[in-house]
């Protein structure tokens, strides 16, 4: 059975930085692509960044520069360093992993609180 288990999230200052987790489990493959959304307060599940295996990002211009993804195949974990952090980026932080059309898996989710 496929897990996928995020970790890290947590209160900082805005201004501060965070690094979040996600490991999957149960699978014997490389996700063709896995990747961090968010949904804040009141609002719809948005695109953070996504990293396919062979390295290519895709991020929206709100986090270009402060936030980076990376990934570790052989562990098929992604991580989500958050720097210079704003309110705004409070949100709960969801870890997605999909291969081929079929394949599409969710984290439950880690609570990022920026707050002062």
């Known amino acids: 059975q496929v897990q996928i288990v995020e970790s890290g999230g947590g209160l900082v200052q805005p201004g501060g930085s965070l690094r979040l987790s996600c490991a999957a489990s149960?699978?014997?493959?490389?996700?063709?692509?896995m990747g961090w959304y968010r949904q804040g307060p009141g609002k719809q599940r948005e695109l953070v960044a996504t990293?396919?295996?062979?390295?290519?990002?895709n991020q929206p211009d709100s986090v270009k520069g402060r936030f980076t993804i990376s990934r570790d195949n052989a562990k098929n974990t992604v991580y989500l360093l958050m720097n210079s952090l704003k309110p705004e980026d409070t949100a709960v932080y969801y870890c997605?992993?999909?291969?081929?059309?079929?394949?599409?898996?969710w984290g439950r989710g880690t609570l990022v609180t920026v707050s002062s």
């Open positions: 997605n992993a999909r291969h081929g059309s079929v394949l599409n898996y």
């Open positions: 149960g699978i014997i493959f490389s996700f063709d692509t």
């Open positions: 990293i396919t295996s062979i390295g290519i990002t």
